[in-house]
């Protein structure tokens, strides 16, 4: 974004000029997150320019109680195995991921880090919530409406999520090549896209293409259409009806 790519221009200017480069944190205020599932807070951070020794990155609720630490017994029980950082604390990312969100895991959450030999600092400028969706938004189906026989068709189903380590998966209920396409959008959303090609031939003719999506920790949803699958022969329009079921 704009906003980085300033940021990244100011930090290299301060480099050049050794001016030691401050406390910051690039993470979004609110990341959406589905019920049951998991979701990843991504996060960067910055610190002055010092030696460091060690990094310790944890992450605490609005009373301090902490639910990601790299040690386990220093985290609130409902926390433990099911929080994670992502990436390399030791390269400025902070990224969290919350497996099996709950109800109350809504935060809002601030990041800490304790460099060893240097400082520790709480980034409480900048905290982040989960808001919570039970369901997931419908399906963005898109298939080829008028399909002749012979002809390729393809089809394409998608879904926004938030937990870029475990994606939804896809079953498509025609067999063919499948494509699966991952999209980064804005404040921990993504779009994951899966891309059925076949062939069609003249039994596909009314049959239900289905597409349906698992997301991780189980909820999942579905959605078809019935091809229509047009005859090339004979000049005919559709096949007839002794081939319809
Ligand atoms: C942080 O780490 C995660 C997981 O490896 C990665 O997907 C993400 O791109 C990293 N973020 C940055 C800003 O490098
Ligand atoms: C029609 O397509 C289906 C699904 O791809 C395939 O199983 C079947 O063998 C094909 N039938 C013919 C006559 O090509």
Redesign the pocket.
């Known amino acids: 974004s704009e906003k980085k790519r300033k940021y990244m221009h100011l930090t290299c200017l301060l480099n050049i000029l050794n001016i030691p480069s401050s406390w910051a944190i690039d993470v979004p205020s609110s990341v959406k997150g589905l019920l049951g599932s998991c979701v990843v807070i991504?996060c960067?951070y910055n610190y002055p320019n010092a030696k460091v020794q060690t990094f310790t990155g944890i992450w605490t609720n609005d009373g301090n109680q902490v639910i990601y630490h790299p040690t386990e017994s220093k985290m609130l029980e409902q926390y433990r195995r099911r929080t994670k950082l992502?990436?390399d604390i030791s390269k400025s990312?902070c990224?969290l991921m919350i497996e099996n969100l709950q109800q109350n895991d809504g935060g809002p959450f601030h990041f800490r880090i304790e460099l060893g030999g240097y400082n520790s600092f709480s980034y409480l400028n900048k905290k982040v919530s989960i808001s919570m969706i039970r369901e997931p938004n419908a399906i963005d189906f898109s298939a080829h409406e008028d399909i002749k026989e012979g002809q390729p068709v393809s089809a394409s189903c998608s879904v926004f999520h938030s937990c870029?380590t475990y994606p939804p998966a896809f079953h498509w209920s025609h067999s063919g090549e499948q494509h699966f396409q991952a999209q980064k959008l804005h404040d921990g959303q993504w779009k994951a896209t899966s891309i059925l090609m076949f062939r069609s031939n003249r039994t596909d003719h009314n049959k239900l293409l289905q597409c349906r999506v698992t997301y991780h920790g189980g909820k999942h949803q579905e959605t078809s259409k019935t091809l229509k699958v047009k005859c090339k022969c004979h000049g005919q329009t559709n096949f007839p009806k002794n081939l319809e079921r």
Do not use: A, R
């Open positions: 991504p960067s992502l990436g990312n990224s870029p």
